[in-house]
């Protein structure tokens, strides 16, 4: 998944860099240890105020549903449901490994 390119390119390298910075100050985790070491958890904490920005963009995710009773109406719902305001922490899990995780990938 580009790690080859990341190996041997200062551009590609650049670039999965600064795509890591940002997954690490916006949602706490590194998007290059997932790539390289597929892990099969990964704890997200959300103590101290950088912590509360992480809660915060989490909570903040949202999609929209229509109502099942054919009303034309639209709900929207949190995507991380058991993300609150109160949260201390969040682990994410995929038991074949994070990459096949639809919350990190587009799955298969």
Known sequence: MGMDLYASSPV?????????????KSYGFSILDI???NPK????????PKGAH???NYCSMTYDIARPDGSG??????????ISH???S??????????????VSRGK
């Open 73 to 82: 109406g639209i709900d929207t719902l949190p995507l991380f449901p058991s």
């Open 35 to 37: 790539v390289r070491n």
């Open 86 to 88: 109160e949260s201390n």
């Open 41 to 48: 958890e990964v704890t997200v904490h959300f103590g101290g």
């Open 12 to 24: 590609a390298r650049a670039i999965w860099d600064r795509a890591n910075e940002h997954f690490i």
């Open 54 to 56: 992480i809660r915060s």
């Open 90 to 103: 969040h682990t994410f899990r995929q038991p074949n490994g994070l990459l096949n995780a639809t919350q």
